[in-house]
T-cell receptor, first 112, second 114 residues
Framework: EAGVAQSPRYKIIEKRQSVAFWCNPI?????LYWYQQILGQGPKLLIQ????????DSQLPKDRFSAERLKGVDSTLKIQPAKLEDSAVYLCASSLDLGGYTFGSGTRLTVV | GESVGLHLPTLSVQEGDNSIINCAYS??????FIWYKQESGKGPQFIIDIRSNMDKRQGQRVTVLLNKTVKHLSLQIAATQPGDSAVYFCAEMEANQAGTALIFGKGTTLSVSS
């Protein structure tokens, strides 16, 4: 079974620039999550999709972050404009049922 | 909101020793817990889980213990190997707008020396 694919692996941008991350979940997984992991901390949930609908985005800084999952498969997470404190690893995960989360390797974002 | 935390940020052991990583949680309503291992440059990897109707669950070289009275969770790794070196997170399944979501603690870095 193929895992959760994420790209790019690394990204360096200047503050106030825009950036987008892409995630392809495991085939058949209806639920998709984006987590932010700041260095030295545990992952923090940003947004949760069920198929192509958002079911929880209460922790997403909506003034600068946006995410979509138009066809209920792939998802993109965008930051515009980026701030220094957005430097982190952005993890995508998908699940079929309760507890069955599979994580991708993440995108490491550095904002300078 | 309530969150999951770990007692120690780092743990150093010798190869072959048994390792114990602890976690305290505060949400008494949580009924499902998972331990994850995260190696450098990778996403968290599932190790073992436990539901609140259990006190203990064993896997291959790993055991999770749950003490609901004091809201404490531990991960025991038998005969620790250099390949076990990683950051370990406990996570609890918490109710949210969508139903449930995983909430992670801060992590314990396990270093195994040979």
């Amino acid at each position: 079974e193929a895992g959760v694919a994420q790209s790019p692996r690394y990204k360096i941008i200047e503050k106030r620039q825009s950036v987008a991350f892409w995630c392809n979940p495991i085939s058949g997984h209806a639920t998709l999550y984006w987590y932010q992991q700041i260095l030295g901390q545990g992952p923090k949930l940003l947004i949760q999709f069920q198929n192509n609908g958002v079911v929880d985005d209460s922790q997403l800084p909506k003034d600068r972050f946006s995410a979509e999952r138009l066809k209920g498969v792939d998802s993109t997470l965008k930051i515009q404009p980026a701030k220094l404190e957005d430097s982190a690893v952005y993890l995508c995960a998908s699940s079929l049922d309760l507890g069955g989360y599979t994580f991708g390797s993440g995108t490491r974002l550095t904002v300078v | 909101g309530e969150s999951v935390g770990l007692h120690l940020p780092t743990l150093s052991v010798q190869e072959g020793d048994n390792s114990i990583i602890n976690c305290a949680y505060s949400n008494s309503a949580s009924d499902y817990f998972i331990w994850y291992k995260q190696e450098s440059g990778k996403g968290p990897q599932f190790i073992i889980d436990i539901r609140s109707n259990m006190d203990k669950r064993q896997g291959q070289r790993v055991t999770v213990l749950l003490n609901k009275t004091v809201k404490h969770l531990s991960l025991q790794i038998a005969a620790t190997q250099p390949g076990d070196s990683a950051v370990y997170f406990c996570a609890e399944m918490e109710a949210n707008q969508a139903g449930t979501a995983l909430i992670f603690g801060k992590g314990t870095t396990l270093s195994v020396s040979s």
